[in-house]
C-alpha cells in the first residue's frame, strides 16, 4: 500500500476517499481538511480570536493543536463539571498541554465558581445528568467568549459526533435540533457568539491518529455518563454501515447540509429570544436555566 502523495509506504488507510497516506502526508491532508472546512463555511480567519472548548479527550486536544499549529489565535476552555476522578484527571491533562505548548487556558469550576453540582441538580430536576450537564456546558461556552471578547467558539465533534447525532435527531423528527445542526451557527442575538465545529468532516480515527503521530496525551477514558447513552448505539449503527459502504457518514451529513437542513429554519426563526433577568445571557425563558440551577444548587445546601 502506497501514500497516494508521496508514493513511500502508506501507514493508513483511509477507505471513504479510497486514499492511504504515509505519516507525514497524513498530517497535512489533516491540517488540509481542518484549513478547507474553515474557509469553506467561514468559520473564521486568522484576524478572529477563537475560544476552543476542550475536555482533554483527543478531539478537543487535536482541534486544540492544530489550529494552534496553523497560526490561528486560540485561547483554549475547559470546564471542571464535578464529575468525580474523571474531571481531575481530564484537568490536569489539558493543563500540562498548555504548560508544555505554553498555549493560553481558561479553567472553569462549576463547583468553586457557582456552587453548581449536576447530580443535586439532576435529581432535584428529576433530569438526566447529560441534559443539566449540556445547559450548563452551552451556557458557560456563551458566556465566557462574549465577556472574554471572543469572536467564535469552536468544538472538537468530528464526524461520527455529527452523524449520530443527525441519526437521533431524525429518528424522532427533532425538528428545532435539525434547524440547529450545523458546522456554523451564526450569532442571531448580539450576545450570542458564532460557534463552529471545525473537524466536522474528519471521524473519530483519524483525531486519534492525529494525537498519537503527534505525541499528544489525552484521557482514554469516557465520561463515566457516557456509557449506554443512545449516541453510542447510532454510532455503532453507523459504523456497521460505514463498513458496508465506506463515505456513508460523510454523504449522510453533507447530504442534509445541502438538502435538508433547509426544510427546518423557519422553526429556527420562531424561536423567540429575551435576555435572561438575572444575568443578561440570552435565554427564552424569563429567566436562564444556569441562573436557576444556581438558585436550586444554593437551596439545597441551606
Ligand atoms: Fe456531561 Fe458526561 Fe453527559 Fe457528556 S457524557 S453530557 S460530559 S455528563
Ligand atoms: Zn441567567
Known amino acids: 500500500m502506497k501514500c ?70 486560540v485561547v483554549a476552555m475547559y470546564i471542571n463539571l464535578g464529575i468525580g476522578e474523571y474531571s481531575n484527571r481530564s484537568q490536569e ?34 433530569r438526566s445528568t447529560c441534559s443539566v450537564c449540556g ?22 465533534h468530528n464526524l461520527d459526533d455529527e452523524a ?3 441519526l437521533g435527531n431524525l429518528l424522532s423528527w427533532e425538528e428545532g435540533y435539525l434547524a440547529r445542526q450545523s458546522p456554523v451557527l451564526e450569532k442571531t442575538h448580539p450576545k450570542l457568539v458564532k460557534k463552529v465545529k471545525p473537524l466536522y468532516t474528519l471521524t473519530e480515527r483519524e483525531n486519534l ?9 489525552f484521557l482514554h477514558e469516557e465520561c463515566p455518563h457516557a456509557t449506554g447513552a443512545r449516541s453510542i448505539l447510532y454510532k455503532e449503527v453507523l459504523n456497521r454501515l460505514e463498513e458496508e459502504s465506506p463515505g456513508t457518514k460523510h454523504r449522510f451529513i453533507s447530504g442534509f447540509l445541502e438538502k435538508g437542513r433547509k ?11 429575551k435576555e435572561c433577568k438575572t444575568c443578561g445571557q440570552v435565554t427564552t425563558t424569563e429567566e436562564c436555566s444556569f441562573c436557576r440551577f444556581i438558585k436550586v444548587c444554593n437551596q439545597q445546601e441551606r
Do not use: P
Not at 59 to 71: I, P, R, T, Y
Not at 263 to 273: M, S
Open 209 to 217: 491518529y492525529y494525537v498519537l503521530l503527534n505525541r499528544i496525551e
Open 4 to 73: 497516494v502523495r508521496c508514493k513511500k509506504k502508506a501507514k493508513i488507510l483511509l477507505k471513504r476517499h479510497n486514499a492511504a497516506f504515509c505519516n507525514d502526508c497524513f498530517l497535512y491532508y489533516y491540517a488540509n481538511q481542518v484549513n478547507r472546512n474553515i474557509r469553506r463555511h467561514k468559520m473564521f480567519d486568522r484576524n478572529d480570536k477563537i475560544l476552543v472548548v476542550v475536555s482533554g479527550g483527543k478531539d478537543s486536544m487535536a482541534l486544540w493543536d492544530v489550529l494552534a499549529k496553523e497560526g490561528y489565535n
Open 263 to 273: 426544510h427546518f429554519q423557519d422553526v429556527a426563526e420562531k424561536l423567540e429570544l
Open 93 to 126: 491533562v489539558v493543563e500540562r498541554f498548555a504548560q508544555q505548548k505554553g498555549l493560553e487556558l481558561i479553567v472553569k469550576d462549576i463547583k468553586k465558581e457557582y456552587g453548581l453540582d449536576i447530580y443535586v441538580l439532576a435529581k432535584t430536576l428529576k
Open 164 to 166: 449520530a447525532t443527525l
Open 135 to 156: 445547559s450548563i456546558k452551552r451556557y458557560l461556552f456563551n458566556k465566557v467568549a462574549y465577556d472574554g471578547g471572543f469572536s467564535v467558539v469552536a468544538t472538537g
